[in-house]
């Protein structure tokens, strides 16, 4: 009797399961047609809200443009992913000039649907190297990278090390919402 239950059990879910998976495929492609973000705009409400949390005590802050070919820093970025420019249509990165802060925004616009997966792995790699880092060096860094947030909304990722990362999410997540 125990097996005919579990074999029951397994096929509802299964069927469950199977369901729910179609259905979010098809949510989320309406999304990725539908979503159009600035990153830049989204990069500026960022940069204000950090002001705000420290006081306008930003001055060892700097925000970098990924697409920037000329900039080394850009390039730093790219690296640490380990994905190519090419994957990224527009993007941002802004964090601290001093290697005492663990603080690192990243907002980033893939070049299609298709880079998606490719771009937010980049960001996991990104996230591997700063555990790595921060781990071994200031225990109230770490906890910040512990709390990272990487989250996506159609083609547009963003990447949250922060003291409090909520704050930056809900930019990211309102202006997804705006359009």
């Known amino acids: ?5 579990f074999v029951v059990s397994l096929i509802v879910v299964t069927i469950m399961m199977a369901a729910c998976g179609s259905d979010a495929a098809g949510d989320s492609q309406d999304e990725v047609e539908a979503i159009t973000i600035d990153t830049s ?49 527009s993007g941002f990165g802004y964090q601290s000039m001093m290697n005492v802060n663990s603080t690192t925004i990243i907002v980033l616009e893939s070049a299609s649907t298709d880079d998606v997966l490719a771009v937010k792995e980049g960001l996991e790699a990104y996230l591997e190297n700063q555990v790595n880092v921060w781990s071994q060096y200031l225990p109230d860094q770490y906890e910040k990278v512990e709390n990272n947030i990487i989250k996506t909304e159609g083609n547009y990722l963003i990447y949250i090390t922060y003291d409090n990362p909520e704050n930056i999410e809900t930019i990211f997540d309102e202006a997804a919402e705006a359009e």
């Open 1 to 5: 009797m125990k097996k005919v239950w």
């Open 41 to 89: 705009e989204v990069m500026d409400q960022i940069e204000s809200q950090i002001s705000d949390d420290m006081d306008g005590e930003t001055g060892m802050f700097q925000r970098v443009n990924l697409t920037n070919e000329e900039d080394p820093m850009g390039q730093m970025y790219i690296d640490t992913m380990g994905i190519e420019r090419n994957l990224i249509a």
